[in-house]
């Protein structure tokens, strides 16, 4: 899709959380090609932890993060498969206000000509919470690569036609 040249580019303020029982900031590969990707497309990086899969300290930080001015946007890495542990999506669905099921499921298409049927696996999930957009991607490089690349680089750019996310910001908390 085209980005119209002759608008102004907004930056959007990204959080990033890394959710994993085995990494720390060392290992965080997936949570480093997001950030690379985020700062090389132009957005800052509001804050950047790293969580155990536990979904009530899961909650708490997207609240904090939902409830400060400095963030317009969270990407959480992690935690989006089916076993026991996995639990960002009920993490998320746990604070959205409205989901958007039509990420969840441009990513599993787009992540199909990459990793064929194994893309069932992924329970990536989005969602408005308070005025913040909430994107949950799976833990792998590959998988953020998908997601930045192939929705949320343009998505999340002001110029992009015909619609984007960042367009709708100001009006997230209409009623």
Known sequence: MP???????LPVRIAVLTVSDTRGLAEDRSGDTLVAR???????????????????AIVAQLHAWIEDAAVDCIIT???TG??????????VERVADKMIPGFGELFRWL????IGT??????ACAC???????????????????GWDGI????????????????????????
């Open 3 to 9: 980005i119209d040249q002759s608008l102004p580019f």
């Open 38 to 56: 985020l700062e090389e497309a132009g957005h800052v990086l509001a804050d950047r932890l790293i969580l155990r899969d536990d979904a009530d």
């Open 77 to 79: 890495t992690g935690g």
């Open 82 to 91: 089916v076993t026991g542990r996995d639990v960002t999506p009920e993490a």
């Open 111 to 114: 992540s199909f000509k990459t």
């Open 118 to 123: 194994s893309t069932v696996q992924s329970r």
């Open 128 to 146: 408005v919470a308070r005025g913040t957009y909430i994107f949950a991607l799976p833990g792998s490089t590959g998988a953020v690569k998908d």
């Open 152 to 175: 949320l680089r343009d998505q999340l750019d002001s110029r992009h036609r015909p619609c984007n996310f960042v367009e709708l910001m100001p009006r997230l908390t209409e009623r």
